[in-house]
């Protein structure tokens, strides 16, 4: 059973620093790239950024690019979103997906960035 699981949301300052995880399981995660989305009420999923399978090729939204580094631990079959600098307009429901199979979907974990 695939399963991905999101940590490390939460509630921070403008301009403070957050780190997601997404901890996988139920496929050979080190086989297939990652990728985080993130999505506000109203509006349409979208893609912030995805890193290859070994983790050496990584690319971002315009929006994030520079402030968010992506990463990951394949033999903690983790991923990671750092973000840094954040803005009131990164405030989402940030979710982690992989390519395996049809696709999968994490359940989300919430940033709200607000002072």
Do not use: H
């Amino acid at each position: 059973q695939v399963q991905l699981v999101e940590s490390g949301g939460g509630l921070v300052q403008p301009g403070g620093s957050l780190r997601l995880s997404c901890s996988a399981s139920g496929f050979l995660f080190s086989l297939f790239p990652m990728s985080w989305y993130r999505q506000t009420q109203g509006k349409k999923r979208e893609l912030v950024g995805r890193i290859g399978r070994i983790g050496g090729s990584t690319n971002y939204a315009d929006s994030v690019k520079g402030r968010y580094t992506i990463s990951r631990d394949n033999a903690k079959k983790t991923a990671y979103q750092e973000m840094n600098s954040l803005k009131r307009e990164d405030t989402a429901v940030y979710y982690c997906y992989t390519d395996y199979s049809s696709g999968y979907w994490g359940q989300g974990a919430q940033v709200t960035v607000s002072s």
